[in-house]
């Protein structure tokens, strides 16, 4: 019996019918937003975020008490509705226990490679040195907005977040010995492309460059002569294997330029700002800069554009630096950011757990259904190596049939059909008390519900398959005989 209106009002069914519609619209919402933003962003913004975990919270206090209300529970019905709601309370601790203290990662092996014990967990870290030797590393997380979670760390200000990001490598002027290079930009309004693209004579692999069916090249001659007789070199060769542009230098900084393409044969000078339409479709080519002292100087860009964002394959974040400085940095690769005071070292990384042991890919077998190329299993052969417990543990995984090792199970996640040497296993773990919990609770629910439906039917049963006792007859001896 509950004792002040309050306790009351928190097991009533007018408190549990809006609880309950709530959390069915909230998880209803969850599973929509899932399918669009993936199912990290929808475990950090709902499932483990404090308000939803409130939310369970005054579920499990409104079952307690429902139960409670009802003690002494005797007859079939209260005991039922008492193990259910019992049940249904195990079931959410048990539940916010795998959400908050679990764990769970995948773990690329290969045959050709040692033993790993890093798998790669769900998050981001991002690690800071400042130039006094000051460290922080910090968990970072990606709002689907592209903004991010703390914005900044150790000074450093994290400005956003794109999904592709593609390295470049541009030349800046003022090195220490001469370099001629020229930058040039590539525009095509049918293809929806504007790139960019360097010619330098230093390093060699910036003289040419391939351009699809096109070839960009600089060349290098003493005097203007030498360059017009270069040109007229080009235009008497009608037979060319490819499309090409090619920029003439002369030593006293002269630029002169010859094209060709199934439109024919240009040349001329050679100016900043001048557009050139060699003829290869619509593509429009302008020489936007030239440097005399180049050095060559790596960039992370955000990728715009279709036909571009299907070449970059990196994730990169935006920092700015208490000097002002922006700069892009790439997923998965250190960078050094100069600052007045020394460099500035920043990591942007995936978030990776050292397991307490060491699994090796020993071989990995694809068996196909028979006549057919078809694959019908796929299997791991791992070793698990314990160097705390020195041990080896030769072990077989394969689809739907996982192995476990102190606490946590291995199972077979992803394979490469292009590459038999490689294989990627997913590996988990939760504490046990959390497992026994929740399949604890799922057993007093179906239990409770049992008992609350059918334990006085099975009760009768009981009762009406007991024999009855007779009245034992007296001897006739006994009987007592009546006198008129």
Known sequence: MMTTPLLRFFGSIQFAVPLLATIVAVLVGATIYESQVGSSVVQHLIYKSPWFGMLMFLLAVNLSISALSRYPWRGARKMGFALTHLGLVLVIIGSAGVIHLSLEGMLPLRTDRPANNRIRVEGDLIEVIAPSGATQQTDIFIHPDGSISPSSVLGLSLLGYNENTMQTWEFVDGGESPNLALKLQLTSDRMGQNLQQWLAFAPLSYRNVSLGPARLELISVETEEDARAEIAQLSENEIAETDYFEAIATNSGKLYYATRSSQGFQSGTLEPGQVITPG??????????????????????????KRDRAMATTPGILVETENGDRQWLPWGEPTAISQPDGDLLVAFTPKFFPLPFQVALEDFIVDRNEGSESVAMWTSKIQIQDPHQQTISDRTVWMNHPTWYGGWKLAQASWNPGDLRQSTLQVKREPLWITLLTWSGSLLVVAGIGIMFYGRAIAKFLNRSQPTATPQQLPVSDRSVATP
């Open 280 to 305: 290869w479709a619509d593509l429009q080519l302008t020489l936007e800069e030239t440097m005399t002292r180049a050095q060559l100087d790596r960039k992370v860009i955000p990728v715009e554009g």
